[in-house]
Nanobody, 124 residues
Framework: QEQVVESGGGTVQAGGSLRLSCLVS????????LTWFRQAPGKDREFVAT????????LYGDSVKGRFIISRDTAKNTMSLQMNSLKVEDTAVYYC?????????????????WGQGTQVTVSS
């Protein structure tokens, strides 16, 4: 079954770090882009960071720029999100999404695969 599965969520104090992983069980030659989104209670899903599978080109949301680092390992079929200097407002469910086509990475409707999400809680 083709899917993406997140792992690595948890609870951390403000200022701490956490690393999320996304295992990509998809024929990787068909993937164009992988993206992290997050959703806090009562809020819309928010773009966090994106990376192209082949070239490794990255883009970040303004709220995480300079604190989070997205990467991918094509040999292990994984994508990661290193989250540093975490803030209480980073608390959310984090989702991994994969797109086969070249898409507007902000358009959540264009993604072909979504993970079940992993909870990240940052305490003050």
């Amino acid at each position: 079954q083709e899917q993406v599965v997140e792992s690595g969520g948890g609870t951390v104090q403000a200022g701490g770090s956490l690393r999320l992983s996304c295992l990509v069980s998809i024929r990787t030659f068909s993937i164009n882009r992988l993206t992290w989104f997050r959703q806090a209670p009562g809020k819309d899903r928010e773009f966090v960071a994106t990376i192209t599978w082949s070239g490794g080109n990255t883009l970040y949301g303004d709220s995480v720029k300079g604190r989070f680092i997205i990467s991918r390992d094509t040999a292990k079929n994984t994508m990661s999100l290193q989250m540093n200097s975490l803030k209480v407002e980073d608390t959310a469910v984090y989702y991994c999404a994969a797109a086969r086509a070249m898409i507007s990475f902000l358009d959540i409707r264009r993604y072909d695969y979504w993970g079940q999400g992993t909870q990240v809680t940052v305490s003050s």
